[in-house]
């Protein structure tokens, strides 16, 4: 199993652009999440899902979408990228998004805005 | 204040040292989870745990649900030990989202 992917490590953008971040696992889990990682501050939830076809937003969705047509992947978009997404991106998954269960992580993002 | 505050900030044991990390937290929890991650930002479960301690290798985590704390111990430290140890919970209610501290970053030297 190669667990959680996401692609791509590194990305540079321009203000305004637009990308995709991509984000896959294999072990058929149910619950797959979005997470931003900023210096001095802990992790914090963009947006997630609980299932194919459904997601919600977490603690700082703005400027993000996301959709889950698959119960394997998990893209995340930034719509008009903004200084501010200046980030390390994680994506990760777990069995269930009842109860409580190990995460998985993928190896992160690196995502710089100019 | 965050929910999940972690004590130390910044830690620098030699190795051998017995290391204890702190964890506490003011939300209802349904469980507690300490994380691991690596220069070069890989992140990996090492417990969770909802009551009690649990002993993997040479790491110990523990949980008192009534003073909402748990502690991280390393037991005979060795440099490969070093990493930024991290705290989250999985709120009562909403099990699967979790709300992370800042963690601790620890530096094991010879």
């Known amino acids: 199993n190669a667990g959680v992917t996401q692609t791509p490590k590194f990305q540079v953008l321009k203000t305004g652009q637009s990308m995709t971040l991509q984000c896959a696992q294999d072990?058929?889990?149910?619950?797959m999440s979005w997470y931003r990682q900023d210096p001095g501050m802990g992790l914090r939830l963009i947006h997630y899902?609980?299932?194919?076809?459904?997601?919600d937003q977490g603690e700082v969705p703005n400027g993000y979408n996301v959709s889950r047509s698959t119960t394997e992947d998990f893209p995340l978009r930034l719509l008009s990228a903004a200084p501010s997404q200046t980030s390390v991106y994680f994506c990760a998954s777990s069995y269930s998004a009842r109860g409580w269960n190990e995460q998985f992580f993928g190896p992160g993002t690196r995502l710089t805005v100019l | 204040k965050n929910e999940v505050e972690q004590s130390p900030q910044n830690l620098t044991a030699q190795e051998g040292e017995f290391i204890t990390i702190n964890c506490s937290y003011s939300v209802g929890i349904s469980a507690l989870h300490w994380l691991q991650q690596h220069p070069g930002g890989g992140i990996v479960s090492l417990f969770m745990l909802s009551s009690g301690k649990k002993k993997h290798g040479r790491l110990i985590a523990t949980i008192n649900i009534q003073e909402k704390h748990s502690s991280l111990h390393i037991t005979a430290s060795h440099p490969r030990d070093s990493a930024v140890y991290i705290c989250?919970?999985?709120?009562?209610?909403?099990?699967?989202?979790?709300?992370f501290g800042t963690g601790t970053r620890l530096q094991v030297t010879l």
């Open positions: 989250a919970v999985s709120r009562a209610g909403t099990a699967s989202k979790l709300t």
């Open positions: 899902s609980v299932g194919a076809g459904i997601t």
């Open positions: 072990m058929n889990h149910e619950y």
